[in-house]
């Protein structure tokens, strides 16, 4: 029997979400934490298990996903071939990595891949026509193997990008599960960027197309590994959270806060647009940089001739200005902030629109897309402020929930009209109690948010 690597390779030219869009759209990535890797020489490790063997039987199933935030590419390769990257694997049996290849007439592209090694007596790979990833954004990377379908899938934020049939059963071999690294060859290097809510599961979680995770995955019994990294600042230890004790061991990597933005928003003046906006806490933050457009997905030009400087790694909240001088009259602009911290790697927010017309008064800038922002101050105790967005007037309910899943709390807020819900004298509120009025104790809490058709969840720590 020969044990042969099925691949499943993609490169995307979607356009990916930025953090702060993820944020919105999805859940608040960067207001939990995650486990920041160099691509020097950080990862992370757990031994092998018989929870980690997945998809070696006929009555199983594989599905590896995770959210990865990347900040580099492989080298190409010097010959024709692949040079990776691995985000999560246990090493030959199956694994998700970001490759890159180059084919026989020279071209070289990044992408992303899920691989299994499968028990087969004929030749099978299988590899997807390429594109471009962007850099700097978060993707939800999902790869499937459906022992019952006879299929292996590969699905990027949600879409399924790849199919093919495969009929045997996965190989697995006592080996390490490893995030990040070492790489698997020479010409390979250690994952470059965020790596966030890795999740191994014994069955296909997708079969079509979905809507990306809407909050932190919550362990099911067909769950084998969940890393939430959920843990202190400075952490090399990441729990699993299905209950198998499939411990994680970083090394060298840096498991940090990010900069949580809590508002922005723009004021017209005679001399021209004064930009504003509020962090809660900041990391490893070296400062801030505005790009102007005049179309919101144009291209954006920078603004601010310096960099406006940050405030290093502070939990407290800070506030920034910009007065945009270069702004001409009647014209339609969208602004957004790109946060650089001292690696030089950048975040960029979601844009907000001002019609620059002197002598005016305060424009009320109206969301453009419903979105529920992360908490602040985060952790906290026993009070914290829950910030949104309003595209449309809307019915608006916050409900905040215990790790498990139980009601803690409903806030009835009514009919809301649109508009950034973002500061302590709008923001929804919560004093740390339940329904009957106890305190609740320490640990993880969720809270969503309903506004008409928007449903959005994020989570929370109480630390005592």
Not at 208 to 216: E, I, K, R, V
Not at 301 to 324: E, Q
Not at 396 to 425: D, M
């Amino acid at each position: 029997m020969k044990n042969l690597f099925v691949f499943l390779g993609l490169v995307i030219a979607i356009g990916g979400l930025t953090p702060f869009e993820a944020k919105a759209q999805t859940w608040a990535l960067e207001g939990g934490n995650w486990n920041e890797l160099d691509s020097v020489d950080d990862f992370a490790s757990a031994p092998d298990s018989a929870s980690l063997d997945v998809g070696d039987e006929s009555s199983e199933s594989l599905t590896v996903e995770a959210w990865i935030y990347p900040r580099s590419f492989p080298a190409a390769p010097s010959t024709t071939g692949e040079n990776e990257m691995i985000i999560a694997a246990k090493s030959n049996a199956y694994r998700l990595s970001i490759q890159r290849d180059k084919d026989t007439f020279g071209n070289s592209f990044p992408g992303f891949r899920f691989q299994v090694q499968i028990d087969t007596v004929s030749s099978f790979a299988v590899v997807a026509s390429f594109s471009s990833v962007t850099l700097n954004q978060w993707y939800h990377i999902a790869g499937v193997f459906d022992n019952f379908a006879d299929k292996i899938k590969l699905y990027v934020n949600g879409q399924q990008k790849v199919s093919s049939t495969v009929s045997s059963n996965l190989t697995n071999s006592s080996e390490t599960f490893i995030v990040g690294g070492p790489p698997p060859s020479s010409g390979d290097k250690y994952f470059n960027g965020r790596i966030d809510e890795i999740r191994v599961s014994d069955v296909a979680r997708y079969s079509s197309d979905f809507s990306s995770p809407s909050g932190p995955f919550v362990p099911d019994a067909n769950t084998r590994a969940l890393w939430h990294f959920d843990e202190s600042v400075g952490s090399t230890v990441f729990a699993d959270s299905s209950g198998n004790g499939n411990t994680l061991t970083g090394l060298n990597g840096d498991h940090s806060l990010p900069v949580s933005l809590s508002s922005f928003a723009g004021t017209l003046t005679p001399k021209g647009i004064f930009l504003e906006w509020r962090t809660e806490s900041e990391d490893n933050n070296l400062g801030f940089h505005i790009y102007r457009s005049t179309a919101r997905d144009g291209d954006y030009v920078r603004v601010t001739p310096t960099l406006i400087k940050g405030h290093g790694t502070d939990s407290t909240p800070h506030d920034y200005t910009f007065l945009d001088e270069t702004a001409e009259e009647g014209q339609t602009y969208w602004y957004l902030i790109e946060d650089v911290d001292f690696t030089g790697g950048a975040e960029r927010s979601h844009p907000i629109q001002l019609i620059f017309r002197r002598h005016a008064v305060t424009l009320k800038v109206l969301p453009t897309q419903f979105a529920l922002y992360q908490n602040y101050p985060n952790p906290f105790n026993p009070e914290t402020w829950m910030p949104y967005d309003l595209a449309a007037d809307a019915d608006v309910v916050i409900t905040i929930y215990n790790a498990g899943g139980g009601r803690i709390r409903t806030f009835a807020l009514g009919t809301q009209t649109a508009g950034a819900y973002r500061s302590k004298e709008s923001a929804a509120y919560w004093d740390g109690r339940s329904e009957t009025g106890e305190w609740v104790s320490s640990g993880l809490y969720f809270y969503q948010i309903r506004a008409g058709n928007f449903t959005a969840t994020n989570r929370m720590v109480i630390l005592k």
